[in-house]
């Protein structure tokens, strides 16, 4: 089963995206992920996007899809792909399209992540992350442990996004509403979308995934 998980930043795509990733033994591609890598490693591309990405603008397509073709064409998912970020624009839902028949594969289920804006504000500058695991914290809800060491792996390395701050979501959620909501209407239009209300517990989120996964 190929899935996106489609939503605004703060919806919990990731979140999510690990926990099926774990029950299901999906393959996660965050093309957020990659590019931060991308960044960390001092690749070409990597310094291209920075400051893009900081500001929270999206890099162009031709990146982002370069990324997936790459990744599909190395991995092996037999549990199947969960898209975390991607597609953003409407290019690049109808170059996912292209790949997937390419590959002999079909799209089955866009999961829409419904969350107010309010609520993406509160949570994205509450967020951080363990750096060595992925493991997301937030500091009214979820609070880095006391004891200094992230709960899931024992890490210390608590990170916080450059560009989880006030004026970079402000671009983000434009960004958004702009170039990716129209996938919106896309997938449902093809009959693929299921929306999910990302505002109730991290628990119950899944669970109204797993009923729209069938
Ligand atoms: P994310 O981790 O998904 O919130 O992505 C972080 C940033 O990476 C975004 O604000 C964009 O600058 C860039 N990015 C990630 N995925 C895409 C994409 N599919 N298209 C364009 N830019 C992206």
């Known amino acids: 089963m190929n899935i996106i998980l489609l939503g605004p930043p703060g919806a919990g795509k990731g979140t999510q995206a690990r926990k099926l990733v774990d029950e299901r033994g999906m393959v996660q591609l965050s093309t957020g ?3 931060r890598a991308a960044r960390t490693s001092g690749t070409d591309m ?4 920075a400051a893009v990405m900081d500001a929270g603008n999206l890099v162009t397509d031709e990146i982002v ?6 990744q599909l064409s190395s991995d092996n998912a037999p549990g199947g792909y969960i898209f975390d970020g991607f597609p953003r624009t409407l290019a690049q839902a109808d170059a996912l399209g292209n790949l997937l028949v390419e590959m002999g594969e079909t799209l089955d289920r866009v999961i829409e992540m419904q969350v107010d804006d309010e609520a993406l504000v509160a949570r994205i500058t509450a967020r951080s992350t363990c750096g060595d695991c992925g493991e997301v914290y937030n500091d009214q809800t979820k609070p880095w442990p006391a004891d200094g060491k992230c709960s899931n792996c024992g890490g ?6 450059a560009d989880d701050n006030e004026d970079s979501l402000k671009t983000r959620l434009m960004a958004y509403y702009k170039q990716t909501s129209p996938l919106v209407g896309y997938y449902y239009a093809k009959g693929d979308l299921k929306s999910v209300n990302g505002l ?3 628990d119950e989120v899944a669970a109204s995934i797993t009923k729209a996964l069938g």
């Open 33 to 35: 992920d990659m590019l």
């Open 46 to 49: 990597g310094k291209k996007v």
């Open 65 to 70: 899809i370069g990324l997936i073709r790459e």
């Open 156 to 161: 210390t390395n608590q990170t916080r996004r």
């Open 200 to 202: 109730a517990s991290m």
